[in-house]
């Protein structure tokens, strides 16, 4: 796995992702989030004949993957996932043999102290993956109280999140906050001394700010269909995870894809007709070993989904 890692982004669960996309030498592959090209020049090494599209929002991660996929048969394309049927459309490829989403943060996003996302460092509030569109920034100092508090309940799992919420609103009364260090202060000195002790209390609201400035579970929900849209029959789609809300939408997307029959359970015989349109590659998600763990922390929330298409949805699946 370590010829695929690279100082930008460590790729996560790799061996059990090939095995999952079952990457053929001649098929059409799709890798969504493309980060530092890890899990994408894993793909495009397997490929005599086929070609490979890997798609991201973030400038940075365009490079990056460009530069480790020279010589490949891969293209690079600064592209949000949820676009790819018409990144494909534009390059006349008809559908896809295999679509990776890779979701959440990169590590370079992370270890990059001017791109905001973390706490560790003190940085302009950025958090933004495209570089375009509000700042996290913007969002706390214009968005009212009653919104923050839900972005911070609803994306961070935060359970002081209207007492945060409450001491952004005081604090931007007298000065906009401007840096991650400004802002993880704030959070430390409005939460109880005892969750000051269960890990960084600035965690979960960072990550609710992110989600929140990238439209994170907005941008999944789209790209779900649009990814198993643009599959061939017999074609995989796989997603990695790294927080609930993110595995929740994606468990119950693919069990929708996977449902045949609506009638209802009295019914002695179907007669609505429907089948299935996909087929769960898995009954559980796949998590890491305890290998990667102590190779890569990062990956202890990763989970892993995939299921094969069978057929075309119908209208309003």
């Not at 008809?94 to 990169?106: H, R, Y």
């Not at 923050?148 to 906009?176: C, D, H, M």
């Not at 994606?250 to 449902?259: D, E, L, N, S």
Request: aromatic letters at 6%; one cysteine or more; proline letters at 4%.
């Amino acid at each position: 796995m370590g010829t695929y890692d690279s100082a930008y982004h460590r790729p996560v669960l790799l061996e059990q992702t090939l095995d999952m996309l079952c990457v053929r030498p001649d098929g059409v592959y799709v890798d969504g989030t493309a980060g530092g090209g890890g899990h994408s020049l894993a793909i495009a090494s397997r490929l005599q004949g086929g070609r490979l599209l890997a798609l991201d929002r973030d400038p940075d991660a365009v490079r990056e993957a460009g530069n480790r996929l020279q010589g490949y048969p891969a293209e690079v394309v600064q592209a949000n996932f949820v676009d790819m049927a018409a990144v494909l459309r534009a390059r006349g490829i008809n559908g896809a043999d295999g679509i990776l989403l890779d979701i959440g943060v990169s590590s370079h996003q992370l270890d990059d102290a001017a791109r905001g996302f973390s706490f560790h460092q003190d940085a302009p509030l950025d958090m933004r993956m495209s570089r375009e569109g509000l700042t996290a920034a913007d969002l706390l100092n214009t968005a009212d109280e009653a919104q923050l508090a839900r972005w911070f309940f609803t994306y961070g799992e935060e359970k002081f999140s209207r007492r945060i919420a409450a001491a952004v609103v005081r604090q931007r009364q007298t000065a906009p906050i401007r840096t991650t260090g400004e802002l993880a202060e704030l959070i430390c000195a409005a939460v109880p001394a005892a969750a000051r002790r269960d890990g960084h209390p600035a965690r979960r609201v960072f990550q609710a700010l992110r989600i929140a400035v990238n439209d994170e579970l907005g941008c999944l929900d789209k790209a779900l269909d649009a990814a198993f849209d643009c599959l061939r029959v017999g074609g995989r789609l796989c997603v990695i995870t790294f927080h609930s809300l993110e595995d929740r939408m994606v468990k119950q997307r693919f069990a929708a894809f996977c449902t045949g029959c609506t009638c209802p359970k009295d019914f002695p015989v179907c007669v609505c007709g429907k089948t299935p349109a996909g087929e769960p590659i898995t009954r559980k998600a796949v998590t890491a070993d305890e290998a990667e763990l102590e190779a890569n922390p990062r990956a202890r929330s990763a989970k892993l989904r995939g299921v094969i298409k069978r057929k075309d949805r119908e209208k309003g699946e």
